[in-house]
């Protein structure tokens, strides 16, 4: 078929024809197409990783604290809430700001009544509730100690983000329910 004569001068010559086989840019645009979505899957997968990393050290870290206090260590040195504190900072290798950890170290009456003690550490905005304390007990008493933390989230890409407070933190807690040893 024959092109119109209008439309002859719109043809394709020898240069339009070599452009239009011309693929040396394809891999930038292919690249661009996918980078984010790439990018944001090395984010997430990142983030995700940082706060396991976080919970777990901080959990490590609460229970080698409470043998302290289960092995009558920390009665005899004479703990207060601070030096707990930096007993429990020892075991975070330097991932948390210490003096932001929420300690509750309290005597209770038996094993079974522990959700009587496990109030939320904080409300619905997000704010502490919880009231620092330190009572390391005596020897047989059992012990219900709780550390938290609000670890900073960054990550935040199409509804992907760790976050579960209303300030852009993630709440991470340990706690440990034993009973002292006779020391």
């Known amino acids: 078929m024959a092109l119109p004569r209008f439309l002859k001068s719109f043809s394709a010559g ?15 645009i292919e690249f661009a197409i996918l980078a984010v979505p790439f990018f944001a899957l090395i984010a997430a997968i990142l983030e995700t990783a940082f706060v396991m990393l976080a919970s777990q050290v901080l ?27 930096d007993a429990v900072c020892e075991g975070t290798f330097g991932l948390f700001d210490c003096s932001k950890l929420k300690i509750k170290v309290q005597k ?3 094993f079974t009544n522990v959700d009587d003690y496990a109030d939320s550490p904080v409300d619905e905005d ?8 330190y009572a390391a007990g ?6 219900y ?30 706690a440990r329910v034993f009973k002292n040893e006779p020391f």
């Open 14 to 28: 020898p240069k339009a024809r070599a452009l239009a086989r011309e693929d040396s840019g394809a891999t930038v």
């Open 59 to 85: 959990d490590s870290a609460v229970n080698d604290s409470t043998r302290l206090i289960r092995t009558g260590q920390a009665q005899s040195a004479g703990f207060t809430i601070n030096e707990y504190r």
């Open 108 to 110: 209770i009456t038996s």
């Open 126 to 133: 997000g704010e502490w509730t919880i009231t620092e304390s």
């Open 138 to 143: 005596q020897r047989f008493d059992i012990i």
């Open 145 to 174: 100690a709780q550390v938290y933390y609000k670890w900073p989230t960054i990550f935040d890409f199409l509804s992907f983000n760790l976050a579960d407070q209303p300030d852009g933190t993630r709440l991470l807690g340990a």
